[in-house]
C-alpha cells in the first residue's frame, strides 16, 4: 500500500487470497467481504450521488460558495471547507471534492485568492465532512460492522452528527486562520480559457521538440535552446522521413537539409518555461514533436485552438497505461504536450509515460474537443467549461430519493445498506441516471479493497492478534495514565484518565496507519483491536470505536492518504511538504477535540 507499487484493489484481492491459503480464514470467509453489508451501502452511497450530481442537485452548492465565500481569504477558506464538507456528510468524499473543485477555482480567482490556498482546505474539507453522519465515509460503515458482528447495536445514522460538526466547525477555523499563513500561494499552470491565457502561473513544461539548425553543426543547436531559456534533458534521435512528410503537408520544413547539406533536424527533450517553448512553437523556432505527430486542428484555421489542464479522475480507465497504448490523439482529438505529477514535470518522452491517477495532462486542442472532456469520468478540467446542463426536471425526484433512503434508515425502517440499495434502484428506475452511468458511478477499486481487505479483521479475531495487541495497548494505557488511586479523584463527569490514555494510543496508531493505508483498510485492521481493548478495560465499545472512526478518516499529513488529497496534489501545484506543514497540527488538533468530547458523548 505504502510504495503503490500494487494497486490498493489488487493487493486487498491478495490479501484475502493469502489468508485462505494459509488457513488463517476458510474460503468463505475470505470471500464473504464482497457481500458485506458496508459494500452494499457504499456502493449503493456512489450510485445515489451520481444521481445528485447528474440532476444539478449539487449547483445549489457551488452558487451558495460563491455567496459565502465573499472576496475575503480567510472566509473563502471557511466556506469552503463547511460547504465541500455537508456535501461529503451525504454522498462519498472523493464525489464531493470533485463537485466542487471548479466552483472553488472558480470563486478563488473572482475574489483573487491563489489555488494554492484553496485546494487543500477542499480536501481536508471533505474528509472531515464524512464524520458527520454514519454513511458519510467508508471507516464509518466499517466500525458499525465491526460493532454488528461482535454482537453490539451499530451507531445510528446521526450518532456521528455531535463530534463530526465538532471537529468539522474545528478544522474550519485551524484553515480560516492559519491556513493563509501556512499554505502556499500556488496556482494550477493553464487552463480551458484560451491560448497561453492559462489560470495560473508559468509553470516549467518538459517536452519533446524538432529543433532545425539554419546552419550546419549541433553547436548552433545549443545556442536556439540557449536563447529560448530552455535546458535539454536528452537528445533523442533524427526526425525520420515520416515526420519530414507530415511537416512538409503542414508547409513547414523542420527536417529538411538544405543544398549545403545542413543536418537534420534534431529531435530534443527539453524543459523550459511553458509560455516561452509555445511562443516559440508558433514563431517556428521549435516544432513541438507531438504535434507534428497529431496536429492539434487538422485540416482546420488553428483560431479556436486552447490550452486545457485535466486531471486523471480516481477511476480513470486511463490509469495504468501509457498515451500510445489508450490511442489518446484519434480517441479524444487532443494533443497531449506535457505532464505533472505531485507537481513535478515528467522529464521522459511522453508517450513512454504510465499514466496514474492525479497526473495532470497538459492538453492542446480544439475548443468542442476540450469541452466534451468536462462530463468524462476519466477526467477531471481544472478549469470550469460549457458542460451539457444537469436535467433539473428531476432534481426534485432524485433529491426525494436520497432523503427518502436516508429517512428510512435514520428512523430504523430499513437496514442502511438496504435503503442505499434501494435508493440506488430508484435512480435509475426514476430516470435519474442510466443504467451505464450508475455502473461508471461506482469506484470498483474501492469497493474491492474493502471487500478484499474485510477478512484480515476477521483473521486478526480468530487468530488472537487483536486480543494480544488491545492487551499491549491497555497496559500502555495504564503505563501512561494515573494510577487508580488517582483516578478515584478525579472530579466527577470526567473520563477515566487510563481509558482515555488508552484511546489516545489506539487514536494515534489509527492515524498513522491511514496516511499511508486507504483510511478503510486502517478501520478494517483497527476495529477488532479497538473492541478487544475496550473488553480488556471493562469499558464501553463505543468511545474507542468512535475515535477509530475519527482517526482512520485524518489523513492530512501526506498527499497519499487520501484519494480526495491526491487530486488536488497536481490542481495545486503543492509539494509533499506543504501536507506535512499544513496536516500535521491538524491531526494533532482533531485528536485533541475528539479525546475531549467523544467521552463527554459516550461515557467510558
Same mark, same amino acid.
Given at each position: 500500500?505504502?510504495?503503490?507499487?500494487?494497486?490498493?484493489?489488487?493487493?486487498?484481492?491478495?490479501?484475502?487470497?493469502?489468508?485462505?491459503?494459509?488457513?488463517?480464514?476458510?474460503?468463505? %470467509?475470505?470471500?464473504?467481504?464482497?457481500?458485506?453489508?458496508?459494500?452494499?451501502?457504499?456502493?449503493?452511497?456512489? =450510485?445515489?450521488?451520481?444521481?445528485?450530481?447528474?440532476?444539478?442537485?449539487?449547483?445549489?452548492?457551488?452558487?451558495?460558495?460563491?455567496?459565502?465565500?465573499?472576496?475575503?481569504?480567510? $472566509?473563502?477558506?471557511?466556506?469552503?471547507?463547511?460547504?465541500?464538507?455537508?456535501?461529503?456528510?451525504?454522498?462519498?468524499?472523493?464525489?464531493?471534492?470533485?463537485?466542487?473543485?471548479?466552483? =472553488?477555482?472558480?470563486?478563488?480567482?473572482?475574489?483573487?485568492?491563489?489555488?494554492?490556498?484553496?485546494?487543500?482546505?477542499?480536501?481536508?474539507?471533505?474528509?472531515?465532512?464524512?464524520?458527520?453522519?454514519?454513511?458519510?465515509?467508508?471507516?464509518?460503515?466499517?466500525?458499525?460492522?465491526?460493532?454488528?458482528?461482535?454482537?453490539?447495536?451499530?451507531?445510528?445514522?446521526?450518532?456521528?452528527?455531535?463530534?463530526?460538526?465538532?471537529?468539522?466547525?474545528?478544522?474550519?477555523?485551524?484553515?480560516?486562520?492559519?491556513?493563509? @499563513?501556512?499554505?502556499?500561494?500556488?496556482?494550477?499552470?493553464?487552463?480551458?480559457?484560451?491560448?497561453?491565457?492559462?489560470?495560473? %502561473?508559468?509553470?516549467?513544461?518538459?517536452?519533446?521538440?524538432?529543433?532545425?539548425?539554419? %546552419?550546419?553543426?549541433?553547436? @548552433?543547436? $545549443?545556442?536556439?535552446?540557449?536563447?529560448?531559456?530552455?535546458?535539454?534533458?536528452?537528445?533523442?534521435?533524427?526526425?525520420?522521413?515520416?515526420?519530414?512528410?507530415?511537416?512538409?503537408?503542414?508547409?513547414?520544413?523542420?527536417?529538411?537539409?538544405?543544398?549545403?547539406?545542413?543536418?537534420?533536424?534534431?529531435?530534443?527533450?527539453?524543459?523550459?518555461?511553458?509560455?516561452?517553448?509555445?511562443?516559440?512553437?508558433?514563431?517556428?523556432?521549435?516544432?513541438?514533436?507531438?504535434?507534428?505527430?497529431?496536429?492539434?486542428?487538422?485540416?482546420?484555421?488553428? $483560431?479556436?485552438?486552447?490550452?486545457?489542464?485535466?486531471?486523471?479522475?480516481?477511476?480513470?480507465?486511463?490509469?495504468?497505461?501509457?498515451?500510445?497504448?489508450?490511442?489518446? /490523439?484519434?480517441? /479524444?482529438?487532443?494533443?497531449?504536450?506535457?505532464?505533472? $505529477?505531485?507537481?513535478?514535470?515528467?522529464? %521522459?518522452?511522453?508517450?513512454?509515460?504510465?499514466?496514474?491517477?492525479?497526473?495532470?495532462?497538459?492538453?492542446?486542442?480544439?475548443?468542442?474537443?476540450?469541452?466534451?472532456?468536462?462530463?468524462?469520468?476519466?477526467?477531471?478540467?481544472?478549469?470550469? =467549461?460549457?458542460?451539457?446542463?444537469?436535467?433539473?426536471?428531476?432534481?426534485?425526484?432524485?433529491?426525494?430519493?436520497?432523503?427518502?433512503?436516508?429517512?428510512?434508515?435514520?428512523?430504523?425502517?430499513?437496514?442502511?445498506?438496504?435503503?442505499?440499495?434501494?435508493?440506488?434502484?430508484?435512480?435509475?428506475?426514476?430516470?435519474?441516471?442510466?443504467?451505464?452511468?450508475?455502473?461508471?458511478?461506482?469506484?470498483?477499486?474501492?469497493?474491492?479493497?474493502?471487500?478484499?481487505?474485510?477478512?484480515?479483521?476477521?483473521?486478526?479475531?480468530?487468530?488472537?492478534?487483536?486480543?494480544?495487541?488491545?492487551?499491549?495497548?491497555?497496559?500502555?494505557?495504564?503505563?501512561?495514565?494515573?494510577?487508580?488511586?488517582?483516578?478515584?479523584?478525579?472530579?466527577?463527569?470526567?473520563?477515566?484518565?487510563?481509558?482515555?490514555?488508552?484511546?489516545?494510543?489506539?487514536?494515534?496508531?489509527?492515524?498513522?496507519?491511514?496516511?499511508?493505508?486507504?483510511?478503510?483498510?486502517?478501520?478494517?485492521?483497527?476495529?477488532?483491536?479497538?473492541?478487544?481493548?475496550?473488553?480488556?478495560?471493562?469499558?464501553?465499545? /463505543?468511545?474507542?470505536?468512535?475515535?477509530?472512526?475519527?482517526?482512520?478518516?485524518?489523513?492530512?499529513?501526506?498527499?497519499?492518504?487520501?484519494?480526495?488529497?491526491?487530486?488536488? /496534489?497536481?490542481?495545486?501545484?503543492?509539494?509533499?511538504?506543504?501536507? =506535512?506543514?499544513?496536516?500535521?497540527? !491538524?491531526? !494533532?488538533?482533531?485528536?485533541?477535540?475528539?479525546?475531549?468530547?467523544?467521552?463527554?458523548?459516550?461515557?467510558?
Amino acid at each position: 500500500f505504502a510504495t503503490e507499487k500494487l494497486r490498493a484493489d489488487l493487493m486487498a484481492v491478495m490479501v484475502a487470497a493469502a489468508l485462505a491459503l494459509t488457513g488463517l480464514v476458510t474460503v468463505e %470467509q475470505a470471500f464473504a467481504g464482497f457481500g458485506s453489508p458496508a459494500v452494499v451501502t457504499v456502493s449503493g452511497i456512489f =450510485v445515489m450521488s451520481a444521481g445528485l450530481m447528474r440532476t444539478g442537485g449539487s449547483d445549489h452548492l457551488t452558487r451558495l460558495l460563491r455567496r459565502l465565500g465573499g472576496r475575503g481569504e480567510r $472566509r473563502l477558506i471557511a466556506a469552503t471547507v463547511l460547504l465541500v464538507g455537508l456535501l461529503s456528510s451525504i454522498m462519498n468524499n472523493i464525489g464531493a471534492a470533485i463537485i466542487m473543485m471548479p466552483a =472553488v477555482l472558480a470563486a478563488g480567482r473572482d475574489a483573487k485568492v491563489p489555488a494554492g490556498r484553496l485546494l487543500i482546505p477542499l480536501a481536508f474539507g471533505s474528509l472531515l465532512g464524512g464524520l458527520t453522519t454514519a454513511v458519510g465515509t467508508p471507516p464509518n460503515l466499517l466500525v458499525n460492522a465491526a460493532l454488528t458482528a461482535r454482537g453490539y447495536a451499530p451507531f445510528g445514522l446521526f450518532d456521528f452528527t455531535p463530534t463530526g460538526l465538532a471537529v468539522l466547525g474545528a478544522g474550519a477555523v485551524f484553515l480560516a486562520v492559519l491556513g493563509p @499563513r501556512l499554505l502556499p500561494a500556488r496556482e494550477p499552470s493553464s487552463g480551458a480559457g484560451g491560448e497561453g491565457a492559462g489560470i495560473g %502561473q508559468n509553470h516549467a513544461l518538459s517536452t519533446e521538440v524538432l529543433v532545425a539548425p539554419p %546552419q550546419p553543426g549541433a553547436r @548552433r543547436v $545549443r545556442q536556439i535552446t540557449a536563447e529560448l531559456g530552455l535546458t535539454v534533458l536528452a537528445v533523442l534521435r533524427p526526425v525520420d522521413d515520416g515526420l519530414r512528410e507530415m511537416a512538409a503537408a503542414r508547409g513547414e520544413t523542420p527536417a529538411a537539409a538544405d543544398a549545403g547539406g545542413a543536418p537534420a533536424a534534431r529531435a530534443l527533450l527539453v524543459e523550459g518555461p511553458r509560455d516561452s517553448l509555445l511562443r516559440a512553437a508558433a514563431a517556428r523556432q521549435v516544432h513541438l514533436l507531438a504535434e507534428l505527430k497529431h496536429p492539434p486542428d487538422p485540416g482546420g484555421n488553428g $483560431r479556436d485552438i486552447r490550452l486545457a489542464e485535466a486531471t486523471l479522475a480516481p477511476r480513470s480507465t486511463l490509469a495504468g497505461k501509457t498515451l500510445r497504448e489508450t490511442d489518446f /490523439y484519434h480517441r /479524444y482529438g487532443l494533443t497531449v504536450i506535457g505532464i505533472r $505529477r505531485h507537481g513535478e514535470t515528467i522529464r %521522459q518522452p511522453l508517450a513512454r509515460v504510465r499514466l496514474r491517477f492525479g497526473d495532470t495532462l497538459l492538453l492542446r486542442g480544439p475548443r468542442d474537443r476540450i469541452r466534451r472532456l468536462g462530463p468524462d469520468p476519466d477526467f477531471l478540467l481544472l478549469e470550469p =467549461v460549457e458542460n451539457p446542463a444537469p436535467d433539473y426536471s428531476r432534481a426534485g425526484r432524485a433529491a426525494a430519493i436520497f432523503g427518502g433512503a436516508i429517512g428510512l434508515a435514520a428512523a430504523g425502517v430499513l437496514h442502511v445498506s438496504l435503503a442505499a440499495a434501494l435508493g440506488a434502484v430508484a435512480m435509475v428506475v426514476g430516470g435519474c441516471l442510466r443504467i451505464e452511468e450508475a455502473h461508471r458511478a461506482i469506484d470498483w477499486r474501492t469497493i474491492i479493497a474493502i471487500g478484499g481487505m474485510l477478512p484480515l479483521g476477521t483473521a486478526l479475531e480468530t487468530t488472537g492478534a487483536a486480543t494480544l495487541l488491545a492487551e499491549w495497548l491497555a497496559r500502555l494505557g495504564a503505563d501512561a495514565g494515573p494510577g487508580a488511586g488517582a483516578a478515584a479523584v478525579l472530579p466527577a463527569g470526567l473520563p477515566a484518565a487510563r481509558p482515555l490514555a488508552a484511546c489516545a494510543l489506539i487514536g494515534a496508531m489509527t492515524i498513522a496507519l491511514t496516511q499511508i493505508l486507504t483510511n478503510a483498510a486502517a478501520a478494517i485492521l483497527m476495529a477488532p483491536i479497538a473492541l478487544n481493548l475496550a473488553e480488556a478495560l471493562a469499558i464501553s465499545p /463505543y468511545p474507542v470505536m468512535m475515535i477509530v472512526a475519527i482517526a482512520a478518516s485524518t489523513a492530512f499529513a501526506t498527499p497519499v492518504g487520501h484519494q480526495s488529497n491526491m487530486l488536488v /496534489y497536481n490542481a495545486g501545484a503543492y509539494r509533499f511538504t506543504d501536507f =506535512v506543514k499544513v496536516g500535521l497540527p !491538524l491531526t !494533532l488538533l482533531i485528536l485533541a477535540v475528539s479525546l475531549a468530547l467523544v467521552p463527554l458523548i459516550w461515557p467510558f
